[in-house]
């Protein structure tokens, strides 16, 4: 079974330039999460996708980030314009989807994109 | 809102001796769930092990248990006969019962000499 995919791996850019990030969840995966992974922290959830729809989204920057899940599969996160404080790996993780009691929370992880900000 | 803290930010430990991780919770709610995740130095995170709040019995997987000590807040991984490969970041991780949403602490830096 295919992981999660992530692309680009790496990606440098200037501030206030613009940048966006793909993920392609494990097929059948109805949920689909972006977080962001600062320096010597633990990864911290920006946005909450079912299907297609956002579930939550309390902890996304939304004057500069943007996330999309378009036909509930593949997503894009992008950041316009990027901030200094933006460099940080972004993973994308997904899981399987059912009644709450029997979730048993185990999310699966892409292999991230690491942001520089310069 | 509930936290995780990981107050261990490195640990080293012999290969094919025994090291603990500590990890303790703020929660007022009574069902939950904790993890532990793994991440490489290549970056993919992968679950190692998981408890059920509601479960008395400590988890166990293999080399890999915990410490679950509901009253203490506490969730400590063990692992046994640590390996090279063991070497990774740890990062300890409670779900609440009604969302899945992941609640990560800071991370434990593990070193596996030979």
């Known amino acids: 079974e295919a992981g999660v995919a992530q692309s680009p791996r790496y990606k440098i850019i200037e501030k206030r330039q613009s940048v966006a990030f793909w993920c392609n969840p494990i097929s059948g995966h109805a949920t689909l999460y972006w977080y962001q992974q600062i320096l010597g922290q633990g990864p911290k959830l920006l946005i909450q996708f079912q299907n297609n729809g956002v579930v939550d989204d309390s902890q996304l920057p939304k004057d500069r980030f943007s996330a999309e899940r378009l036909k509930g599969v593949d997503s894009t996160l992008k950041i316009q314009p990027a901030k200094l404080e933006d460099s940080a790996v972004y993973l994308c993780?997904?899981?399987?989807?059912?009644?709450?009691?029997?979730?048993?929370?185990?999310?699966?992880f892409g292999p991230g994109t690491r942001l520089t900000v310069l | 809102a509930q936290t995780v803290t990981q107050s261990q930010p490195e640990m080293s430990v012999q290969e094919a001796e025994t090291v603990t991780l500590s990890c303790t919770y703020d929660?007022?709610?009574?069902?939950?769930?904790l993890f532990w995740y793994k991440q490489p130095p290549s970056r993919q995170m992968i679950l190692v092990i998981r408890q059920e709040a509601y479960k008395q019995q400590n988890a166990t997987e293999n080399r890999f248990s915990v410490n679950f000590q509901k009253a203490a807040k506490s969730f400590s991984l063990k692992i046994s006969d640590s390996q090279l490969g063991d070497a990774a970041m740890y990062f300890c991780a409670y779900r609440s019962p009604n969302t899945d949403k992941l609640i990560f602490g800071t991370g434990t830096r593990l070193q596996v000499f030979p």
């Open positions: 993780a997904s899981s399987f989807f059912g009644p709450i009691q029997s979730r048993l929370g185990e999310q699966f």
């Open positions: 929660t007022s709610e009574s069902d939950y769930y």
